[in-house]
């Protein structure tokens, strides 16, 4: 029964059907970050009144005509992708051996879970749960009441600090292109898509780790109203000298990111 199951998820990891889940799901992904680098650059010039984070970008939506509408989409668009990377991270990678192996499918299941959570946000917004909950400041002083809190708020910083480090490091280096077919690499177009690649996948890092150093700063420091999400890393990066150009860039770069996510889509390699 096992090996049949197993034949079964290998099946559907390699179905056409599946490729046509994630490229409706990679769509869903552009939109959402074509929409946070928006309210990222509103931040910059003054209209900062949403959330500049992937939670305030559904939110704007949603108020949009027919933004219900389209917030379910992402949400659905979200679920096949983690489909995709429950799949992967259980049947794929068969080309590789040992450790590599389970890196490439731990990496997969993490994958997962990022495409969960943000669905379940675009769920909640869709059905209307107005719940705002206490954010990150409250979960990390939760946490702190835990044994070996601040070393757990110090741990999770550092991950979220590499993790957008290993962002950045994957746009500089274009290790992104391997999720782009031939012809998407290829001639002017995909000289454009390497480029939104690169700027995208930096910017997003560079705002991933940003947010990996308020936990940092809230661990070292004790004080939960240090951390925060992304929203609250972009405004400290508004209170730096310079702070309105370098919000821009950042908001330009995840707008890109949003912008590769389609042709991704277009142009799927997996």
Not at 191 to 207: P, S, T, V
């Amino acid at each position: 029964m096992s090996m049949s199951a197993g034949l079964a998820g290998r099946k559907a990891e390699n179905s056409e059907w599946l490729d046509h889940a994630v490229r409706i799901g990679m769509v869903a992904y552009g939109v959402v970050h074509l929409m946070v680098g928006f309210l990222a650059v509103q931040l910059a010039l003054g209209g900062g009144g949403t959330s500049a984070s992937q939670k305030g970008a559904l939110a704007e939506i949603a108020e949009k005509p027919f933004g219900k509408v389209l917030v379910w989409g992402i949400a659905i668009g979200m679920v096949l992708l983690v489909v995709w990377r429950v799949l992967d991270a259980t049947f794929g990678h068969q080309e590789k051996q040992g450790a590599d192996k389970l890196k490439a499918r731990g990496a997969s299941a993490f994958k997962a879970v990022i495409y969960a959570v943000l669905g379940f946000t675009a769920l909640k917004i869709a059905v209307g749960s107005q719940s705002q909950g206490g954010g990150s400041e409250t979960m990390t002083a939760k946490v702190f009441s835990w044994p070996a809190g601040q070393l757990i708020v110090i741990g999770v910083g550092l991950a979220i600090l590499g993790y957008g480090g290993f962002m950045a490091w994957r746009g500089w280096t274009e290790k992104f292109k391997e999720h782009l077919d031939a012809e998407g690499k290829s001639g002017e177009t995909g000289a454009a898509y390497i480029l939104f690649g690169r700027i995208g996948y930096i910017a997003k890092g560079i705002a991933i780790a940003l947010v990996g150093g308020l936990f940092l700063y809230a661990g070292f420091t004790h004080d939960p109203k240090k951390s925060g999400g992304l929203d609250q890393a972009l405004h400290k990066v508004l209170e730096q000298p310079f702070g309105q150009l370098l919000l821009v860039a950042i908001g330009v770069g995840i707008g890109c990111y949003g912008l590769f996510c389609f042709a991704r889509a277009r142009h799927l390699s997996r």
